[in-house]
Nanobody, 120 residues
Framework: QVQLVESGGGLVQGGGSLRLSCAASGSIFSINAMGWYRQAPGKQRELVAAITSAGTTNYADSVKGRFTISRDNAKNTVYLQMSSLKPEDTAVYYC??????????????WGRGTQVTVSS
């Protein structure tokens, strides 16, 4: 009933930049927060950055100063601008949206994930 479409992943060399985007569509009643998580092989999924409907942001310590999360409420889209990328940033990045869909209570919804690979 709802869909999260992610884009922007790819291969980049160390020090480079990428911008991820995630657009939510479907029977959306309201969106409370949006964020990005990542999971590297053999590791647990971790929060990278999140932003509330009011614009409050949170970042993992490992990405502070390098990544910037933003959103376009009119388009139900969240972005993650990643700069000064390091090989340790290599992971599958997942979009997460905390929202209410018509006919259901608020819940978390996940994108399919997009691969980000940073070479040395």
């Amino acid at each position: 009933q709802v869909q999260l479409v992610e884009s922007g992943g790819g291969l980049v060399q160390g020090g480079g930049s990428l911008r991820l985007s995630c657009a939510a569509s479907g029977s959306i009643f309201s969106i409370n927060a949006m964020g990005w998580y990542r999971q590297a092989p053999g590791k647990q999924r971790e929060l990278v950055a999140a932003i509330t409907s009011a614009g409050t942001t949170n970042y993992a310590d490992s990405v502070k100063g390098r990544f910037t999360i933003s959103r376009d409420n009119a388009k139900n889209t969240v972005y993650l601008q990643m700069s000064s990328l390091k090989p340790e940033d290599t992971a599958v990045y997942y979009c997460n949206v905390h929202m209410r869909v018509f006919g259901t209570p608020q819940n978390d919804y996940w994108g399919r994930g997009t691969q980000v690979t940073v070479s040395s």
